[in-house]
């Protein structure tokens, strides 16, 4: 059983970046696709960035020019580097990942941005 392990969340204030990293428990063969979505109280899950396997991106549009998803596939790893935060962007970050045979999910991780 494969596990994801978020890091990196935490409190900023509005304009502030994080980092946030993803980590496989052990390497994962035949993914599809990394990412990470973000839950935020009383809303439904939504996506925010997707890696796919050959490299091609999408992001939600409320983070484009602000987000940026990357991965090392060597270490199963998936990041999402975020800069110019915002209170909206307060939510539970959960990390994705998409193989072949069905998919994972991280346990999330914290993101709250407030003055």
């Known amino acids: 059983q494969v596990q994801l392990v978020e890091s990196g969340g935490g409190l900023v204030q509005p304009g502030g970046s994080l980092r946030l990293s993803c980590a496989a428990s052990?390497?994962?063969?035949?993914?599809?696709?990394m990412g990470w979505y973000r839950q935020a109280p009383g809303k439904e899950r939504e996506l925010v960035a997707v890696i796919n396997s050959g490299g091609p991106t999408n992001y939600a549009d409320s983070v484009k020019g602000r987000f940026t998803i990357s991965r090392d596939n060597a270490k199963s790893t998936v990041y999402l580097q975020m800069n110019s935060l915002k209170p909206e962007d307060t939510a539970v970050y959960y990390c994705?990942?998409?193989?072949?045979?069905?998919?994972?999910w991280g346990q999330g991780t914290q993101v709250t941005v407030s003055s």
């Open positions: 994705h990942v998409r193989i072949v045979a069905g998919h994972y």
């Open positions: 052990r390497t994962i063969f035949s993914i599809n696709a």
